[in-house]
């Protein structure tokens, strides 16, 4: 097959399909052609594996899937722009293979952090969407999603609260294994989180219900009370240098 260098970036068609398997230019900073001759292209397996030279990528909407180890070993890549939505990266065949410890995601404009909901309609959220993205606090699976694929919110270290919706019949191994912080579970579905371990909500869940989130504000500071007892979670503000609050509510906290 023919390789085409389309400025800089290289493509080659295989069976009908567009494929991006290099870059050979010197730009830092990349951002992805739209499509490819009109069309939709996937990311060749090992297409950028050891590009030391990336510090960020843009991918547009013409991206349709993402090959095994595309970014492996690029050190320095820090921060992904996707400038699809929230439902078509959940979507994104391969998109697990964007995802590294250090790298910030941006879908859109804005940074993967915070609070994260899901639009009702998407029905699948990939294995390893949203793997290390340390930044997210709380997530809403909507009543539409069915499956949650493995290593989907991995070591996601600030996560406090997961609703998980109704429709959820299956959750891939590992889905919110490493998410140390993670406390609270609003589970709707059928499942059973209890005694699953690290399959479905890791091992530090004080408390599983189907109702609204328990986890409270208080000047960025994050508290939940479970049996009598006062946690607090975690922190959500923008200080630097902090001083615990002496009391909850007026009471003791752990």
């Given at each position: ?131 290390y993205c340390s930044g997210l606090t709380s997530v809403i699976i909507p009543n539409s999603v069915t499956s949650i694929g493995e290593r989907a919110f991995y ?50 869940v004080l408390i599983e219900h189907s109702g609204e989130t328990k986890i409270v504000n208080n000047d960025g500071y994050l508290f939940i009370s479970v049996d009598g007892n006062n946690y607090m ?22």
């Amino acid at each position: 097959s023919v390789i085409n260098n389309e400025n800089g970036f290289l493509f080659f068609v295989r069976g009908g399909k567009n494929y991006m398997i290099g870059y050979d230019g010197y730009e830092r900073d990349l951002k992805f052609p739209d499509s490819y001759k009109g069309e939709k292209y996937c990311i060749y397996n090992n297409a950028f594996m050891c590009c030391v030279q990336i510090g960020s990528v843009t991918l547009g909407k013409g991206v349709e899937a993402i090959g095994e180890r595309a970014f492996e070993g690029c050190y320095f890549l820090s921060d992904l722009y996707y400038e699809g939505d929230i439902v078509s990266w959940c979507t994104l065949d391969g998109v697990g293979n964007l995802q590294d410890y250090n790298r910030r995601i941006y879908l859109d404009g804005k940074e993967l952090k915070g609070d994260l909901i899901i639009p009702e309609g998407v029905t699948e959220i990939k294995p390893l969407a949203f793997y290390y993205c340390s930044g997210l606090t709380s997530v809403i699976i909507p009543n539409s999603v069915t499956s949650i694929g493995e290593r989907a919110f991995y070591n996601c270290t600030s996560l406090t609260s997961v609703t998980i919706g109704r429709g959820v019949k299956n959750i891939g191994n590992s889905a919110f294994a490493s998410c140390d912080k993670l406390v609270e579970v609003i589970n709707k579905s059928d499942l059973h989180a209890e005694n699953e371990g690290y399959s479905i909500v890791g091992r530090r869940v004080l408390i599983e219900h189907s109702g609204e989130t328990k986890i409270v504000n208080n000047d960025g500071y994050l508290f939940i009370s479970v049996d009598g007892n006062n946690y607090m979670v975690g922190y959500v503000g923008d200080e630097t240098v902090l001083t615990l609050p002496q009391n909850y509510n007026g009471e003791s906290y752990e």
